[in-house]
């Protein structure tokens, strides 16, 4: 972190506890200089930092001030989950779909939606993309790259694996119909009905709806809320249960958020590698960090070939697209093969679009530009919910991604408000759907990936009611 | 079919039996007037007819001579398969995909392929599509339509069905990855591991490999090379083993190319009805029929929504969009969340470029076009089959589609032909990859959707020697 953030940083954890309100004037660059002991134009950089989140305002002639909107976040959620130790085959119940169907209404206010907002992708860059590949598209190329998919976009994902430092060769990776595909291939390759999978809890519901598809039985390893899956419980659970593969999300996991530092995902790796236990990783998040740097990918540390990396172009760049892909390495020829025989091949078009863009550049001026978006959106989201839920709410603080974890008193019921939210034309994502066995009952998913509005400030009160009320 | 269509079927009748050769003069158009009783405009309907099937050739003030190119066609293949009764869990070994990745390579001749040319396709007018569909697009669309589908695709599809004479809901449509998704898809949420299917013998290999991963078994009833499935047989099947669904191709079916009559197909709807037995119908050919009339759709005879009916775009406008997709009437529902929890959703720009394409007209003139390539094509096909191969090799006469089905002499062995010929460049398919029980050893099914030349030629001919040792 730079020094104009970490004072920046600093600034905003005393506007967040509610030290300096909204209003209050902020130290003048002259005191800020003396009293810190840094430059003036560390000072003025650390301010407009935080004006351009939101947190201060500019006013002519006379300094900064706290924004009004500026609000006290709510305390960190930071306990572990607990789920219970034994293996639990998986049911999804309708209300996922009622979730996943909510999302798909523009009358919805959508705070339960995956996805972002599709407002903050580049869509005339990638119109013209795909214009341009398809006019001198080759027929022939239809037929060559069926699958593992087309060439020119898995050397643009291996170049981007090494611009992050790990080298990754184009021959595997396999494109896929999203991550979502992704890791249905993995499972579909590296299990058989009643093997058992290691997941967080909570998790994302689609690795649940995976292992249903799959007849698996998924273990649910404790999970903390901002540094992810606990590794002694995670050895423990792979020396009781014997498991075929391990689904993590280690970087802004859905619904947590949580990222695992570069050592813990180092050590995550070793002991895998111990036990000898794949980790399928649903990675579609990791561009989207808000930290100067990006977080280390577990591939890095991986040397024996057991992480099978799934991403996608969907959260980052182009959800309409549906590319995603899989660094499968030992299991390229199986996973092509199982891709060959389920959904044959990706969409020609769509993948030379990509792959052009990526080529004619743009693509990191836009991840910028969109993880600030994002960051900002995450403060006022969050200082919503702490002016307008109850008390003893608690709620993540990603460094990433596009989900705030809501943890309400205990006498909250999560399905009720769900319920009674979609009725007022409000989707949020309940917290049962995230766990085999139904917790999380006190807990919602809230998703920042939309722009905030009056209409989204109003539907955080009603739901900050709502929570009020147990629903 | 049309008194010039009679005319000249009865010619070509004459010059695939041997009777009329190479050279020969036709009778001239006075001549035939007086022998057959038809006007002379019928006649040179009849003669224009065979000259663009390439049959005849007409020499300036001499009248129509037999090709030089027309030779005898193979005796027609055409006894049922005899399988086993029983039920048999699915294998797939690497045979299918040696094969298929066979067709990846440029420098293979592939008339092994399950694709045609990806030649014959309109690509500039598929081009200006997309460019255009994806320049207008509202972005909100990408959440709005994600299962099951773009609603403007879904109603073009309803719209080609009502011209087909069947009333299609848009909302009963559900928009795939290709057939081959929707298959899947279809056996994901009707069957569960151990479930007996019933299909035909031979079968295309896709069918058997979503058997096998979806852990069913397959139960192989015998089937006519030209007529398709025998429905006295189904019936004993039924009963016998109490399948959960039958999964049929029965237009222009892969590998046979057969085709039910009309009535045949009522008739088969019916008895599925009686015993309650779902029909999922692999559907893709249907738009490529030779003769005046577009066989009918089985669905013109499902009064209670049995027939699960998949078809794609991928082998009739364009084969690199991996659009398809199926009418599932009572099963949307299901169907619906099943592609939600396995590849969420099809992109946006191959849906509505595909839909804008339709909109704006031309598909039914591109078929009309591409139609008549495929009979000439398979016209001079099966005329070098009748030329190059062993005697006692028969072949299918397909009124539709890309393929023939060539049985070959009892001592030919396709396994060692297909190696063999490989080795020289040149990829077919063959028998045993369309059987759960490896059986048709003496026969290939040879792909005749791309375009005749001297290589191909060459091809067909070190086949035909390949076969006569037999390899």
Redesign the interface.
């Known amino acids: 972190m730079k020094l104009y953030e970490t004072l920046a940083a600093d600034i905003a954890a005393s506007i967040y506890s509610g030290v300096l309100r909204a209003g209050e004037k902020l130290p003048s660059v002259r005191e800020a200089t003396a009293h810190r002991g840094v430059s003036a134009s560390t000072v003025f950089q650390a301010y407009y930092l935080l004006e351009a989140q939101g947190l201060v305002r500019a006013r002519d002639r006379s300094g900064y001030y706290v924004a009004h909107g500026a609000r006290a976040l709510p305390p960190e959620a930071d306990t572990p989950s607990q789920p219970t130790e034994d293996a639990a085959s998986v049911t999804?119940n309708d209300l996922v779909?009622e979730v996943?169907e909510s999302?798909?209404?523009?009358d919805v206010v959508?705070l339960g939606?995956a996805?972002p907002s599709?407002?903050l992708?580049p869509?005339?860059r990638?119109?013209q993309s795909?214009?341009s590949a398809?006019?001198h598209?080759d027929?022939?190329?239809?037929?060559?790259?069926?699958a593992p998919g087309h060439t020119g976009l898995r050397r643009q994902i291996a170049l981007r694996y090494l611009a992050s430092g790990v080298h990754v060769d184009t021959d595997d990776i396999v494109i896929t119909?999203?991550a979502?595909?992704a890791l249905?291939l993995c499972l579909?390759v590296m299990t058989q009905?009643g093997d058992k999978i290691l997941i967080e809890t909570p998790t994302f519901y689609?690795a649940l709806?995976?292992l249903?598809?799959h007849?698996l039985e998924a273990v649910e390893v404790p999970t903390h809320p901002r540094e992810g899956i606990q590794l002694d419980a995670l050895e423990q659970a792979i020396k009781r249960h014997q498991p075929k593969a391990c689904c993590l999300m280690t970087t802004f996991q859905n619904p947590l958020g949580s990222l695992m530092s570069d050592e813990k995902k180092q050590a995550l790796v070793e002991l895998l590698t111990r036990y000898n236990i794949p980790l399928i990783e649903d990675d579609v998040y990791n561009e989207l960090y808000f930290d100067s740097h990006r977080p280390a990918l577990t591939k890095r540390f991986d040397n024996s070939g057991i992480v099978m990396h799934c991403s996608s172009f969907s959260k980052t760049l182009a959800?309409?697209?549906?590319?995603g892909w899989v660094v499968a390495e030992r299991y390229t020829r199986a996973i092509t093969?199982?891709k060959?025989?389920?959904?044959?091949?990706?969409?020609?078009?769509?993948q030379i679009?990509i792959a052009h863009y990526l080529e004619k550049g743009g693509y990191d001026k836009h991840l910028r530009h969109l993880r600030k978006t994002l960051q900002t959106q995450q403060t006022q989201f969050a200082q919503a919910i702490g002016h307008y839920f109850p008390p003893g709410t608690r709620a993540t603080r990603p460094k990433g991604g596009y989900f705030l974890w809501v943890e309400l008193p205990l006498n909250a019921n999560a399905l009720h408000i769900h319920q009674h939210a979609l009725s007022l034309g409000i989707s949020v994502a309940p917290g049962p759907i995230f766990s085999a066995k139904q917790s999380f009952q006190n807990c919602l998913r809230l998703n920042y990936g939309h722009s905030w509005d009056d209409r989204t400030e109003a539907a955080v009160a009603t739901l900050g009611k709502l929570s009020a009320m147990g629903a």
């Open positions: 999804i779909f996943l999302t798909m209404r523009r959508q939606s996805f599709p407002l992708f869509h005339d990638l119109s795909i214009s398809t006019r598209l027929p022939l190329t239809i037929l060559d790259e069926l119909n999203g979502l595909e249905n579909g009905p689609a709806q995976a249903e598809t007849h959800p309409g697209y549906r590319i093969r199982r060959l025989t389920t959904t044959l091949a990706c969409p020609i078009p769509t679009a």
